[in-house]
């Protein structure tokens, strides 16, 4: 099973630069202070003057700013897309007699029900996404409070995901499982 999950690896990726460049900037400032660094006269005025800067500067601020915020806005907006889009799957053998086309969140259907009888699984969702020649599979798995993510993961490579595969007539597809643990506990023998 591979990790297919990008969105959250950008993340930690600009998160971790951003901690960073911001450490940076703290170092920076707290030896400046100190006067470990003496890059900057501490005396010295902030700016040069009280003029204003030149207009284009003005205009060049602006536009970063409104990329900036773009940016922002489209990384705001990966975060909410996060199921992979699903498409029609169309299997043709001979063009001329017909074609058979599927739709993707058809095929997973019976396979997220039966995913949803494991012991310790509470809700679950599967997303069947890309080609049929290369397809990959996000799954989400609410998880019981004594449910056992180990044991769901074996029982998934040992009987879900063989029968899915053969169903789908693939010798494999690319899992990406995202385990989610809820407050309910299972049912409970008295």
Request: aromatic share 6%; net charge neutral.
């Amino acid at each position: 099973m591979t990790n297919l999950n990008r969105p959250a690896r950008l993340n930690r990726v600009l998160l971790g630069l951003v901690g960073l460049v911001l450490l940076a900037a703290g170092g920076f400032a707290v030896a400046t202070h100190f006067r470990r660094l003496t890059v900057v006269d501490p005396e010295a005025p902030l700016v040069p003057g009280t003029a204003m800067p030149p207009t284009w500067v003005l205009y060049v601020a602006a536009a970063v700013a409104v990329v900036l915020g773009l940016l922002v806005l489209r990384w705001l907006l990966a975060q909410l897309a996060r199921r992979p889009r699903t498409q029609t799957w169309r299997f043709e053998s001979d063009p001329d007699g017909g074609r058979t086309e599927l739709a993707a969140d058809a095929a997973v259907a019976p396979f997220t029900e039966e995913l949803r009888t494991y012991p310790g699984v509470h809700q679950a969702r599967a997303t069947l996404a890309g080609t049929r020649e290369d397809p990959t599979l996000a799954l989400v798995v609410s998880v019981e409070q004594d449910g056992d993510p180990t044991e769901i993961r074996e029982r998934l490579e040992t009987e879900g995901l063989p029968r899915l595969r053969q169903a789908l007539d693939l010798d494999a597809v690319p899992v990406a499982i995202e385990f989610r643990f809820t407050t309910s506990a299972g049912p409970r023998i008295r």
